[in-house]
Antibody
Framework: QVQLVESGGGLVKPGGSLRLSCVGSGFTFKNYFLSWIRQAPGKGLEWISFLSGSSSYTHSADSVKGRFTISRDNAKNSLYLQMNNLRAEDTAIYYC??????????????????WGHGTLVTVSS | EIVMTQSPATLSVSPGERATLSCRASQGVGSNLAWFLQKPGQSPRLLIYGASTRAPGIPARFSGSGSGTEFTLTISSLQSEDFAVYYCQHYNDWSPTFGGGTKVEIK
C-alpha cells in the first residue's frame, strides 16, 4: 500500500536551517505531484509547497517563499524540504502528502490522497 | 487566496445522532473540495473528494454535498471512532487552503 515516511525534524534555533525528507513506497513515485503541508501545535493545516514528478513545476506559499525549497530525487523515491532562516512561527508538524493522479493525468490541482505521519520541527532558542 | 470558513468550530453530538458540518469558500471552487478527518496524534485522512465522492474504504454514513461556495459534510449516525476534527480543503487553484476545522465531540 501507499506509504510516505517523513524524517529530519528536530529542535533548531531561530535563523537556523533544517532539511526534511519523505520516502515514498507502494506507488510509482516519479509520476506523482507531492506536497508539504504543516500544522502548528493545536492549529489547523497549512499547505506549503508542491513539486511535480519531473520537478518541472513547483509552487510555494508566500509564507515560505525565499526561505524553503522543495526538491526530490526520484531514484531514491525521496522528497525534500530545505528550510532556511527558520522562525518561531515555523514550529509545526510537517507532513508529506501525495496528490491524486487520475488515469495517468497528474496535475497540481487535485486532492491529497495519502499523507505521511509527519515530523515535528521546533524553532526555539 | 481563497479563504475557507468552517462552522461550527465545535459540535457536540451524542453517539448515533446525525452531525452536519459546514464549509464556505470566499469564492467559487466548483466541486474541487475535499474533507479530511484527523484524530489526535494522527495525520489527516481523506474522507470525501469532488465535494461528494467518498474515498476508498470510507463508510456510507459519511456524505458530502454542495458546490461553488457552500459545502456540507454529513455523518448520518455518529460512531465512537468518528469523534475527531474535520477539515475541508479546496483544490481549485495552485494554492490550496484548508478551513479552520470543526471538532466533533461527544455530548
Amino acid at each position: 500500500q501507499v506509504q510516505l515516511v517523513e524524517s529530519g525534524g528536530g529542535l533548531v534555533k531561530p535563523g537556523g536551517s533544517l532539511r526534511l525528507s519523505c520516502v515514498g513506497s507502494g506507488f510509482t513515485f516519479k509520476n506523482y505531484f507531492l506536497s508539504w503541508i504543516r500544522q502548528a501545535p493545536g492549529k489547523g493545516l497549512e499547505w506549503i509547497s508542491f513539486l511535480s514528478g519531473s520537478s518541472s513545476y513547483t509552487h510555494s506559499a508566500d509564507s515560505v517563499k525565499g526561505r524553503f525549497t522543495i526538491s526530490r530525487d526520484n531514484a531514491k523515491n525521496s522528497l525534500y524540504l530545505q528550510m532556511n532562516n527558520l522562525r518561531a512561527e515555523d514550529t509545526a508538524i510537517y507532513y508529506c502528502a501525495r496528490v491524486f493522479c487520475s488515469g495517468g493525468v497528474c496535475r497540481m490541482q487535485n486532492y491529497f490522497d495519502s499523507w505521511g505521519h509527519g515530523t515535528l520541527v521546533t524553532v526555539s532558542s | 487566496e481563497i479563504v475557507m470558513t468552517q462552522s461550527p468550530a465545535t459540535l457536540s453530538v451524542s453517539p448515533g445522532e446525525r452531525a452536519t458540518l459546514s464549509c464556505r469558500a470566499s469564492q467559487g471552487v466548483g466541486s474541487n473540495l475535499a474533507w479530511f478527518l484527523q484524530k489526535p496524534g494522527q495525520s489527516p485522512r481523506l474522507l470525501i473528494y469532488g465535494a461528494s465522492t467518498r474515498a476508498p474504504g470510507i463508510p456510507a454514513r459519511f456524505s458530502g454535498s454542495g458546490s461553488g461556495t457552500e459545502f456540507t459534510l454529513t455523518i448520518s449516525s455518529l460512531q465512537s471512532e468518528d469523534f475527531a476534527v474535520y477539515y475541508c480543503q479546496h483544490y481549485n487553484d495552485w494554492s490550496p487552503t484548508f478551513g479552520g476545522g470543526t471538532k466533533v465531540e461527544i455530548k
